[in-house]
């Protein structure tokens, strides 16, 4: 008894990506892309290099390619291309020995002639089976092993341009050997009308199909369609001979006279190999492929074999992404699935589903110049992780839970937020009691109950303000020394932890290196690079010295990053002045710039990365004069100290 109901019927998900599949985990692979990017990558070359790469639970495009060549290097390793030649062989050398062995014991001179016959056969297979065409064989075994053979050839020969013939025209008799050669004659006429362009061609094609459709399980829709599939065959059948040493092609070419005692199949296939080469010029017909296995293959089967070969190539091109244009949908999946498991199938999907996603949530944007960039919401995402490894280290560092009330004085935002465990802030109680009705409704409970996922706290922060100047130094031996991308993700925490709890805040980030440049977060982000002699903390001075004038109602905190004594300057004319070792022209004016900030109330906090000594006499001076202070922290933990530092400035 079927307690289904009618009509509805259970299977395999086929329509499209599985809609219970897990979603791609856009976060992870963000993370990846934006220290790519950091790094000095462009976000297309990120992007690439997270597919080639692929995520922790997804094999990427590199793995998946290193796999179809092991699966091309085993099919070479493992066969070789003679199994036909083999096979006759051994039937026509148990065909001799049964009939010598029924020759043998009969005194007649008829036997004597016949052993004659046998012994002047010549060495080579093909010529033997050539000339005992019309032999009368005595041995019962001699006589059925060599009607095999013809069958072999038969079927092998058909094999190698139709698969799956081989064994549809097992144990076959003169009826099938008669309408396989049937097929092949109306094939080449069907061809040779759409060679001339005739206009009954759709009609020859369907009444062919409907007579002989058993011969193609690919079930083309046109004529267009079968030669393709045709050609494809005919192509592997030809790259298989090519493979082949000329002895064998010579063998195997007059072998396939005999095949099913009739040389007209021999004559047809020739035909239509001729006509396909025509037809499909720009199939493979001139290569060939190394094999050296012990394990022999028939025609049918190196046929495959080529066509295997052929496949794996095409896929590691799809793989590879390297022409115009390239998209993770040009995959095909089936032939991977074929050719590496259904696993295979499973990753490709994922990645394309990747891919897709980073493009449809607006993760990139196109920049003025027409190259891609990452967009202000993939920034925010960036943000929010660089942001929590550094609350992470603090926490660690400190051994106290980081309460984010964003200001001592605990007045009201207007916003509210899910309790968190630790949280002090006051609670939103008509937001509370609110989420603890709506929450009792959906679950259908009759009474309201109220549970702690239920509770919003308010946000307070501190209504003063403050102007802050993070200092980056974009000199070349930050990249040299492995710090541009702990500078860039400073850069990123500290913008999303002033962006989100301190929105009164004013952030200006500013690049120093022969020039300072005041930047917004996507160009620092994007920010290659560059070979560049000079550190012009004096520029980077004068410009955080502007932003700080323009607010002076808000407490003035400067950060400098820098891993290099100030080696340039800002001449009165806009021209940077370089020398090292540092002209003393170039520390009186650096100095002068601190000093300057001193008057605006601002202190200096130096983070030094590097034990050089120079540098460090040159930034316990400068904090002394600025009366602000020096910090040295590894890289690892340069973000925890850059907030930490700011966190504690702006308490203070």
């Known amino acids: 008894m079927s307690f289904l109901p009618e009509g509805y019927s259970y299977g395999p998900w086929h329509d499209g990506p599985d809609p219970l599949a897990p979603p791609a985990d856009l976060r992870d692979a963000l993370d990846e892309i934006g220290r ?16 080639r790469r692929g995520t922790p639970r997804t094999a990427g495009l590199d793995e998946l390619t290193r796999r179809l060549w092991q699966r091309r290097s085993e099919i070479q390793r493992r066969h070789r291309l003679d199994g036909t030649l083999q096979e ?6 148990e065909a001799l020995e049964a009939e010598r062995r029924e020759l043998f014991p009969d005194p007649d001179d008829d036997a004597r002639f016949r052993e004659a016959q046998l012994d002047a056969l010549p060495p080579g297979t093909a010529a033997a089976v050539r000339e005992l065409a019309q032999y009368d064989w005595r041995s019962q075994q001699g006589g059925e092993n060599y009607e095999k053979i013809r069958d072999l050839l038969g079927r092998e020969l058909l094999d190698s341009r139709f698969e799956g013939m081989k064994e549809a025209l097992r144990n076959a008799g003169p009826e099938e050997a008669e309408r396989a050669n049937k097929m092949l004659a109306d094939l080449n006429e069907l061809l040779a009308a759409h060679a001339q362009g005739r206009e009954d061609v759709p009609e ?33 059948a030809q790259r298989m001979l090519n493979s082949m040493t000329p002895e064998q092609r010579a063998e195997l070419a007059e072998l396939s006279q005999q095949a099913f005692g009739d040389p007209r199949l021999a004559q047809q296939l020739s035909t239509l190999d001729a006509q396909l080469r025509a037809l499909r010029p720009g199939e493979d017909w001139t290569s060939s492929e190394r094999f050296r296995g012990n394990d022999p293959l028939g025609l049918g089967e190196g046929a495959k074999a080529m066509s295997d070969l052929a496949e794996l190539d095409a896929l590691a091109e799809q793989l590879g992404q390297s022409y115009p244009g390239a998209r993770l949908e040009d995959i095909d999946v089936d032939a991977l699935e074929r050719q590496l498991g259904p696993d295979a199938g499973v990753d490709a999907r994922r990645l394309s589903e990747l891919e897709r996603e980073l493009r449809r949530q607006g993760l990139f944007e196109r920049a003025p110049d027409g190259t891609l960039r990452l967009s202000p919401k993939a920034l925010r995402r960036l943000g929010e992780t660089a942001l929590a490894d550094v609350v992470n280290a603090l926490r660690g560092k400190a051994g106290q839970r980081e309460t984010e009330s964003a200001g001592a004085a605990g007045e009201p935002t207007g916003a509210t937020r899910p309790w968190r465990f630790g949280d002090m802030q006051p609670w939103d109680v008509s937001r509370t009691v609110r989420n603890s009705v709506l929450r009792s409704v959906s679950v259908g409970e009759r009474s309201v109950r109220m549970d702690v996922s239920d509770v919003e706290v308010i946000e307070t922060e501190h209504r003063s303000r403050a102007a802050v100047a993070l200092l980056v130094d974009t000199s070349w031996s930050m990249v040299q020394e492995g710090r541009w991308l702990p500078m860039k993700r400073t850069a990123l925490a500290l913008h999303q932890l002033i962006s989100t709890r301190f929105r009164n805040d004013a952030l200006q980030l500013i690049t120093f290196g022969r020039y300072a440049t005041s930047v917004e977060l996507a160009e620092l982000v994007g920010l290659e690079g560059a070979w560049e002699q000079g550190t012009n903390a004096h520029h980077a001075l004068l410009l955080a010295g502007r932003h700080l004038r323009r607010h002076p109602d808000a407490q003035p905190v400067v950060l400098m990053v820098t891993d290099g004594e100030p080696t340039a300057h800002l001449e009165p004319d806009g021209t940077a002045e370089f020398d090292y070792p540092p002209q003393p022209r170039t520390l009186l004016k650096t100095l002068s710039e601190v000093d300057r900030m001193a008057k605006l109330g601002a202190s200096v906090t130096v983070f030094r990365l590097g034990d050089d000594p120079r540098l460090t006499e040159f930034v316990d001076l400068l904090a002394r004069r600025s009366g602000g202070r020096v910090v040295a922290p590894d890289l690892d933990g340069l973000g925890a100290a850059v907030v930490g530092d700011y966190l504690r400035t702006r308490k203070r």
Request: proline share 5%; aromatic share 8%.
């Open 36 to 51: 790519d990017v950091m790094a000095g990558s462009s976000p297309r070359s990120a992007l690439e290099e997270l597919l």
């Open 88 to 93: 006759v062989r051994q039937l026509l050398d």
């Open 204 to 236: 020859r094609f369907a009444e062919f199909m409907r007579e002989h459709g058993e011969f193609f399980p690919e079930n083309p829709k046109n004529v267009e369609e079968l030669i393709d599939v045709l050609a494809a065959r005919s192509a592997a």
